[in-house]
């Protein structure tokens, strides 16, 4: 038994519940290990709406844990070139940790150990690379004749952040913010290593049991989320930013 | 978990020596690495500098770096070991070889195609102008002024794709195939903290120096200092991706 695997509930039942043991479907069985196997999907209905929702939740919150360290970030990087070489450096020397030893790291007290929080922390600290450069250039591609504009209203240093040049760097914040879910819909997968990899846990289980349709369906789901994630953060650029479009 | 029984197992001749040892294991991961990412560049440096001189082929050679992101590193390596190219021993490569090597090729792919398409691409149409101008036909331009003035973007591409393979290669042994990542999923089953912590911090350690091999590369063939290029130190950078 792999640590990782020890906290029961649904993992436990996808184990016990080799192909073959099931009977009633003709695609995975003693003979049959299918890749499609429609019948799959209504036998694992529960597990792959408990793993689909871990692997929805994972994502949101470690892009939004992302974004919320890498905007003080992307702030502090537009003071000093020094300052904005050592957090984009920080941050592509920490992207470029292995997610399975990123994962594995996080069993050093104080960090959380075996739990989501160690992968939610993990998928943050990635998004950071993306997320704070596409902050910076998004921030720093506001024209001057604008802010001077704004200044001349009466805009203070904060109002003008808040009102006039983050609004503006959100078409490139919210570019950012697609590639970095994405890539964290795939990243998360590893998180079975922990016993927290939504889908990943679902294929993680699957390649132990040889189980074909398994390992299919939720390479598959983890695609079609990706992609959802994605359309959904075009939707809401279209959304809040309206004179974007066409 | 303390430290100091990490660096006891770090420090551990026993742990390095013999087949299932983290030399082993490290020659075989950096092994893997050298393989796929020679295969992927021979394979698609010449298709992508090919499109980029010819100016065609732009959707496909940007879209194959998003589409390398949707897709995660771990299903491909599950999909292809449990499909038609198995799990045999492969040499040097260990067990699941070939699959692991092919997963790494096509997850090596999209940074170098990309970058090397988009470094053909940003190449000053000025210049290819001028060079033109001076009698300059296809081969000799492409020799003499587009792959001197892409070769950085092509480094970067070769870097990230460095760095991404490394990544995908420790989660090989999730997939019960081979490298270093066999250290954390063995110190994981005998529940031994010590020992994942010390495989994951070799993995990582290895990675970054890696990347700042490759970094120190990318410096040494920009033919201007990095700085008086345009935008550089903040263009959004599309990363490989970790796998």
Redesign the interface.
């Known amino acids: 038994m792999i640590l990782g695997q020890s906290r029961g509930g649904s993992h436990e039942a996808t184990l016990t519940a080799l192909p073959g043991i099931d009977t009633s479907s003709d695609c995975y069985n003693f003979v049959n290990n299918a890749w499609f196997c429609p019948a799959y999907l209504s036998d694992y209905r529960s597990e792959l709406l408990v793993e689909t929702w871990e692997h929805i939740w994972i994502t949101v919150v470690s892009v939004l844990l992302g974004a919320l360290m890498a905007y003080p970030l992307a702030l502090l990087a537009r003071r000093s070139p020094t300052v904005a070489a050592a957090v984009l450096g920080g941050s592509t020397i920490l992207y470029t940790i292995p997610s399975l030893a990123m994962f594995s790291l996080m069993l050093i007290p104080p960090l959380p150990g075996i739990s989501p929080w160690s992968v939610v922390i993990g998928l943050a600290l990635y998004t950071l690379t993306i997320l704070v450069r596409n902050m910076v250039a998004g921030l720093e591609a506001v024209p001057e004749e604008v802010r001077d504009a704004a200044r001349g209203l009466g805009y203070g240093r904060l109002k003008l952040l808040l009102r006039i040049e983050t609004p503006l760097a959100m078409p490139v914040i919210i570019a950012g913010l697609r590639v970095a879910t994405v890539s964290t819909v795939a990243l998360l997968t590893v998180g079975s290593i922990l016993g927290y990899g939504g889908l990943g846990n679902l294929i993680r289980l699957g390649v132990q049991n040889d189980f074909r349709a398994q390992v299919l369906t939720a390479s598959v789901l983890c695609v079609v989320l990706a992609v959802a994630c994605d359309l959904v953060l075009l939707g809401v650029q279209r959304l809040v930013l309206p004179w974007q479009r066409g | ?1 303390d430290f100091a029984a990490v660096w006891d197992y770090l420090s551990d001749g026993a742990n390095w020596s013999g087949s299932q040892g983290m030399g082993a294991y490290l020659v075989q991961q950096l092994l893997l690495t050298l393989t796929s990412v020679v295969a992927a560049a021979v394979v698609g440096l010449p298709v992508a500098c090919w499109l980029g001189h010819i100016g065609r082929g732009g959707a496909l050679a940007v879209n194959i770096s ?1 589409v390398g ?8 390596l ?2 292809l ?2 499909g038609p190219l198995g799990v045999g021993e492969l040499g040097p490569y260990g067990r699941a070889g070939l699959a692991t090597l092919v997963s790494l090729l096509l997850f090596a792919l999209p940074p170098i195609v990309t970058n090397a398409y988009v470094g053909l691409r940003e190449v000053d149409r000025e210049i290819v102008d001028a060079a033109r101008g001076m009698g300059m036909r296809g081969g000799q331009l492409f020799r003499s002024v587009e792959l001197p003035l892409a070769l950085p973007l092509m480094v970067t591409g070769l870097r990230l794709a460095v ?1 991404q393979v ?3 290669a ?2 090989a ?4 195939g081979p490298g270093l ?1 066999n250290v ?2 063995e ?3 005998s ?1 031994n ?1 010590p020992q ?2 010390a ?3 070799l ?2 350690a290895v ?2 120096v ?2 700042l091999a490759m970094a120190v590369v990318e410096k040494a063939v920009a033919p201007v200092p990095a700085d008086t290029r345009t935008g550089r ?7 490989g ?3």
Do not use: C, D, K, Q
């Not at chain 2, 992101?69 to 491909?76: D, E, M, S």
């Not at chain 2, 042994?173 to 019960?176: D, I, K, N, Q, R």
């Open positions: 978990m998003n992101r949707a897709v995660p590193t771990f299903a491909v599950v999909l070991s449990l760095v490394w990544a995908t420790t989660i042994a999730l997939v019960a990542g954390v999923t110190g994981f089953a529940s903290t994942v912590i495989g994951a911090l993995i990582a990675a970054v890696l990347e130190a903040t263009r959004p950078e599309t990363p991706g970790t796998g």
